[in-house]
């Protein structure tokens, strides 16, 4: 299985920025697509950026040209920068990767435990 390990949220006042980190970790044969997930209070968990092992990114209207993700393929982590923040920011933030445990069995998901990220106006 894979543990992923999220760090880096916090307060910060609007316009400012900050980094989320997340480390995987575990028994697994590779990891394919990490990407970075948000649920605010009262809504929906929705798709923040997403990056697959060749470094293609996709990221949600909402937060292109600001956030910007990226991964380190050897160490298994991916990092999201977040700048320009708004208000609207604000929610839980959660690391996701897709993994195979095999060569044969590319169907493991992991989601890591959340982190806060709350902008202030």
């Known amino acids: 299985q894979v543990q992923l390990v999220e760090s880096g949220g916090g307060l910060v006042q609007a316009g400012g920025s900050l980094r989320l980190s997340c480390a995987a970790a575990?028994?697994?044969?590779?990891?394919?697509?990490m990407g970075w997930y948000r649920q605010a209070p009262g809504k929906q968990r929705e798709m923040v950026a997403l990056i697959n092992r060749g470094g293609s990114e996709t990221y949600a209207d909402a937060v292109k040209d600001r956030f910007t993700i990226s991964r380190h393929n050897a160490r298994n982590t991916v990092d999201l920068l977040m700048n320009a923040l708004k208000p609207e920011d604000t929610a839980v933030y959660y690391c996701?990767?897709?993994?195979?445990?095999?060569?044969?069995?590319?169907?493991?998901?992991?989601w890591g435990q959340g982190t806060q990220v709350t902008v202030s106006s």
């Open positions: 996701n990767a897709n993994f195979a445990r095999s060569m044969w069995d590319t169907s493991g998901r992991a």
């Open positions: 575990g028994e697994f044969y590779n990891i394919g697509t």
